[in-house]
């Protein structure tokens, strides 16, 4: 099954650096260390601690756990590879020149084994459950412990990595230790075929996210600005289809409260005109990027920057979180949260279904089916400020009394690190 996988894989390459170009048509980024993508790079480390993020959201989870292990091990070059220019730019503004960052090479032998030989890692970090059954069997080749950390498995992924049940239960058998979020999580992975042994349930590494010192500061700035009495709700983390349903309910809740002010963050930067035309159509838009004061009349605040969405949910009454409206499976809504907003999603969750369960059993999150449900609590919260602050407290609280997964992860990779250097 393996080999099947490779040659498979080898025959689809064409195919995924087309993908490459045409998502590069609207993120040049994608465009850039092309060469990286097959293992070729433009330096070399005698030996690394390795950390895999696939893309931004990942990497955001990570920042916490780099930080820490690059205190403990400062004489160890720090690696850290993603995906996405997303990733890229995020680990960028967390860490400058600080950390070395490449492009993971896609999964075929040469590639994977080019990666390898250049970086010299002692141990690998990967997040989540971004498992590539060529680079676990490379990495298991080379004695290179691989520890899947925040591991999450949802049912329906379980489901897909059930159809390659041989090739998936010996690429589980090869990993050195497995941090699942959740028992769920460390079900599903030994139900494929994890060691049991190896399995332990630590929580979620994002309940662990540290909020920067100037941000309450900063966000009260960013709320003097756009005004201090104006009721503002942010829609986070947006993608295509879901905008058009936000603006949608935006038009309602101005219909009650025409002063009524709309942070419109979109997930990808390469949709961020298209969003800002969308929004000019309907309303009187302003873009964070030309760093113009809100006038009275904005309604849409467009959030066209990187690296700025805990500052614009500090400075919000309600967080909506995006992903959640169509079959994206939502996004983290454990920032606003930190911050004691509110929260709305879509029905739409699979990503976070243990997380979202435990804010909706707080009843510190309501769930909205559509533009008409959306306005609807939208108006309830700003018609009843009381109610919409205990929500916010409620938040708060599932994120404190949920903290502690990253001590306990870092323990596990600590005693990996230590048994290899």
Not at 17 to 31: D, V
Not at 327 to 333: A, P, Q, T
Not at 365 to 392: C, N, T, Y
Request: aromatic share 8%; hydrophobic share 45%; glycine share 6%.
């Amino acid at each position: 099954m393996r080999i099947l996988y490779r040659i498979l894989f080898y025959l689809a390459l064409p195919l995924i650096f087309i993908r490459l170009w045409w998502k590069s048509r609207r993120q040049p980024a994608y465009r850039q260390r092309l060469s990286e993508r097959l293992g070729f790079y433009p330096f070399h480390l005698d030996h690394c601690i390795w950390v895999h993020a696939v893309s931004m959201g990942e990497t955001i989870a990570a920042i916490p756990l780099i930080k820490a292990l690059k205190t403990r091990y400062p004489q160890i070059p720090m690696l850290v590879t993603t995906m996405t220019p997303t990733g890229t730019e995020r680990v960028k503004m967390a860490f400058g020149d600080s950390v070395k960052h490449v492009y993971l090479p896609y999964d075929f032998p040469g590639g994977v084994k080019r990666f390898l030989t250049a970086m010299k890692p002692v141990v690998a970090v990967i997040m989540e459950t971004e498992l590539w059954p060529t680079l676990v069997a490379e990495c298991a080749k080379k004695q290179i412990p691989l520890c899947l950390v925040n591991a999450r498995l949802s049912e329906k992924s379980a489901q897909g990595y059930a159809r390659i049940q041989p090739l998936t239960r010996e690429m589980l058998q090869q990993l050195t230790m497995i941090a699942a979020h959740g028992q769920a999580d460390a079900e599903r992975f030994i139900d494929l075929g994890a060691l049991p042994s190896k399995v332990n349930v630590t929580g979620n590494i994002k309940f662990d996210l540290v909020l920067p010192d100037n941000l309450a500061a900063k966000s009260a700035a960013l709320r003097e600005s756009l005004g201090r009495d104006r009721f503002i709700w942010i829609a986070a983390s947006t993608h295509e289809g879901e905008e058009e349903i936000i603006l949608a309910a935006h038009q309602k809740l101005r219909e009650v409260n025409p002063q009524a002010l709309l942070i419109l963050v979109p997930r990808h930067s390469d949709r961020f005109d298209a969003i800002a035309t969308m929004c000019e159509q309907k309303f009187v838009t302003e873009r964070r990027s030309a760093g113009q004061p809100c006038r009275a009349e904005t309604a849409v605040y467009l959030g066209d920057t990187m690296g700025e969405l805990l500052l614009m949910y500090g400075a919000s009454d309600v967080a909506f979180v995006g992903g959640s409206l169509i079959v994206r499976g939502g996004h983290n809504m454990l920032e606003p949260g930190a911050l004691q907003k509110p929260i709305l999603t879509g029905p739409h969750l699979f990503n976070f279904a243990e997380i979202s369960e435990l804010f909706f059993s707080a009843k510190a999150m309501v769930k909205v089916e559509d533009a008409e449900s959306l306005a609807k609590q939208l108006i309830a919260w700003f018609q009843h400020p009381d109610e919409r602050l205990r929500v916010g407290e409620r938040a708060l609280q599932v994120v404190a009394a949920n903290r502690g997964a990253l001590a306990k992860q870092l323990s596990q990779v600590n005693e990996v690190i230590d048994r290899s250097v």
